[in-house]
């Protein structure tokens, strides 16, 4: 395939990043008889326009999980309330959990059983508010301005009220996760409280769904190797499963939901 134009080039690139889930420029370098730094001028480009999200040595698709916590609170559910049932048998009774916002994390927290007593932290509102008519559960609020896309409260006050918890597990949100990416938000100060959440706790979980695997957001908050446990769907692939297991990460299989 030689000489491609611009708009075929990443016409073809499109069509590989929904078949194939990641392109490499070198690869794309060979196939359109092209220079690799054509090629990853073209990556910029796309990413730029939000086609793809640019990573060491090509791309990945981007994140689908755009919108609010509201929009995507109705995204999902019987998926997401399978993953929270395991993922509530990883949380250990008597023990301190921070609950990152997000969809389903707010799944996880509706999900937990009310004899399971714990106390549990967390940055969103929405979760506290579940976790509150837990009868065995003492909620921490963390403070600060609450974003409206992610629904848990950003900045400095954030971080400063996580300051003062050492969770032995937190329960991290993520919009993309990948082996190479590692697992990746949209926003910048997310990312930020993300990383400073998962920092000062002993352990970290993800619960994802699987539109979220294989793809990435442009904000980095952990490589995989640095969460302990990934809670994924029944029909999770057991090859890239067990090249995340490779990389130390435990792997949980939800249910299948009806």
Known sequence: MQD???????????????L???????????EFGVSEDTVRRD?????AAGLCERVYGGALPISPARGSLTQRIGF??????????????QIAAGST???DAGSTNLAIANALPDELALTAATNAPAIAAALIDKPSVNVILIGGMVDRQTGGSLGAKALRDMEQI?????????????????????GFEDAEFKRYAASRSKKVLVAATS?????????SILPVAHCECLVVEHDADPAILAD????????VVAEKTN
């Open 166 to 186: 050492s969770p032995d597990l937190c329960i991290l949100g993520a919009c993309g996760v990948d082996l190479e990416a590692g697992i990746t938000v949209f």
């Open 244 to 251: 995340y297991r490779a990389r130390g990460c435990r792997t």
């Open 4 to 18: 491609f134009l611009l708009r075929e080039r990443q016409g073809v690139i499109s069509d590989r990043l929904r």
């Open 97 to 99: 959990v921070f609950f």
């Open 20 to 30: 194939n889930g990641r392109v490499l420029a070198t690869e794309l370098a060979l």
């Open 76 to 89: 999902a559910v019987d998926r997401k309330q399978a993953l929270a049932r395991a993922a509530t048998q």
């Open 43 to 47: 990556l910029r480009e796309m990413a």
């Open 211 to 219: 539109e979220k695997f294989g793809t990435a957001a442009p904000h």
